[in-house]
Structures are given as C-alpha cells and as structure tokens.
C-alpha cells in the first residue's frame, strides 16, 4: 500500500466518522443552487479532508463537491464528503465518503467508506481492490437473469430516458433496487450485486468507484459503452454503468 493509498483511507475514515456524530440527529438541510440537499455533515467532513490534504500535501490542487476547486483534468485530489445526501438526510446507512486521487484526469487511488455501516472499500491502480482489508472480487454470472441490477432513484432514471431499459430489465433480473449512489457501485465491485446504473452524475460521485470496480474485475462505461470521465450531459455530468463485465454487452443492450 502506497503513502498516498494509506493517507486517502485515514482522511475518509476520518471524515466518515465526523459525520456519525449528525447522523440521525434532524441535522438542518439546505438547498444548494441545483436543488440538491446539503448539510453541515456534508461541510464539515470536506473540510476535514481538505485541511488534511493541504498539511500533508501542500499546494496539491483539489476538486471536492461542496467548496469546488480545480476542474481540468489534471493531477488532483477528488472528494465527496457524503455520497448519498438523501441517504443520510432520511437517516439510512447507505451514504459514503469517497476520496481519490488522479493523475492525468485519471484515478490512481480510490477510497469509499461506508461510516454507518463501518465498511471500508479501497483500490490502486494495479494492485486490486480490497474489502474490509480482503480482496473483493466482482461476481461470475453471466447473464441478467438471476442477477441483482441497481439503479439511481425512479425520477433520475425517467429523466434522463433510462426507464424503459431499467424496465426491462427487471421482468428478467432476480432483483431491482435504487440501492444507488456509491453504495450500488460499491456491491458491484465486491460481487453482492451485478450491475449499477447511474444515468446522471458528477466526477466527484464516481473517480473513486470506477477504479474500485475496475480493479475488482468490472467494467464501467457509460450507457454507449465509451469512457465514463467524458461529459455527456450539457452541465459537463458524466453517466456511469458498472458491471461484473460478463454481462455488460447485455446491459448496455436494453439502453
């Protein structure tokens, strides 16, 4: 494990636990220009990381989802205090605090931790992906039926013209579910789950989750089957399908 792998995990565990202590609590929730949530987990975990980065890697840029920071792709630290907002503002443990680092706009180290759940995910470039300190390993099914698919919320998927595919998708999956956010990509990589649909999101949401499932064995791409970090939304967002890779050609198919 290299410093830099070593420093991104303590940062996120860190910060992760910061937010327990507003879990749960009727914390206050802000509305961020975009109408998303925010909350004082979500600053005061990013600003943990941030002060972290800047003792221990001075004049490191920084790109993190609630202060901004450097946007062209380059050298940089990628955080997301509290992956799944929504998740922790309705008090349900699937939210994750997610830091990478990439080199040349693409990720080298990718940290997810899970606070509520205590669950720890880790990957670098090269060397796999690890769980709770044991290597995870996508699963071996071969087709979408019998297999567990996951996706972003109803509204998100209807948005963004995903419902029909996810739809038929589950008149042949074992199971469904909008287990989303980090968490789905996270149950990917570690081979509880086939397959994550992500019809909208932002670097910081995915950096650390495509390297975590790509080094466990999964393939990421967006629903064209291209490079996930290229922006295909008009605001720059990307999209992002991550499978076990053996049925990713019959995923991809239904979109």
Request: overall charge negative; some cysteine; aromatic content about 8%.
């Amino acid at each position: 494990m290299s410093p830099r792998l070593e420093f991104a995990i303590d940062a996120a565990y860190r910060a992760g636990r910061f937010t327990l202590g507003l879990f749960q609590t009727g914390a206050s929730v802000d509305l961020k220009g975009d109408r998303t949530p925010v909350t004082e987990a979500d600053r005061g975990a990013e600003r943990i990381i941030r002060e972290r980065i800047e003792r221990h890697f001075p004049n490191e840029r920084i790109l993190g989802e609630e202060e901004g920071g450097e946007q062209e792709e380059t050298d940089r630290w990628i955080v997301d205090p509290i992956d799944g907002t929504k998740s922790f503002v309705c008090g349900v443990p699937l939210y994750g605090t997610l830091v990478a680092y990439e080199r040349q706009g693409r990720p080298v180290v990718g940290v997810c931790y899970f606070p509520a759940l205590d669950e720890m995910l880790y990957a670098e470039a090269g060397s796999g992906a690890f769980f709770n300190g044991r290597p995870c390993r996508v699963s071996a099914k071969t087709a979408v039926e019998g297999s567990a698919v996951c996706s972003a919320g109803h509204n998100g998927m209807f948005r963004h013209g995903r419902s029909e595919g996810i739809n038929q998708i589950a008149q042949k999956a074992l199971a469904t579910r909008t287990w989303c956010d980090a968490y789905g990509h996270a149950l990917v990589a570690t081979g509880r789950a086939e397959a994550m649909l992500d019809p909208v999101v932002k670097r910081w949401d995915v950096s650390s989750m495509i390297l975590i499932v790509r080094e466990a064995g999964g393939m990421c791409t967006d629903f064209q089957g291209g490079d996930p970090f290229l922006p295909v939304h008009p605001e720059g967002e990307l999209e992002l399908v991550s499978t076990n890779g053996a049925l990713h050609k019959e995923i991809l198919g239904h979109f």
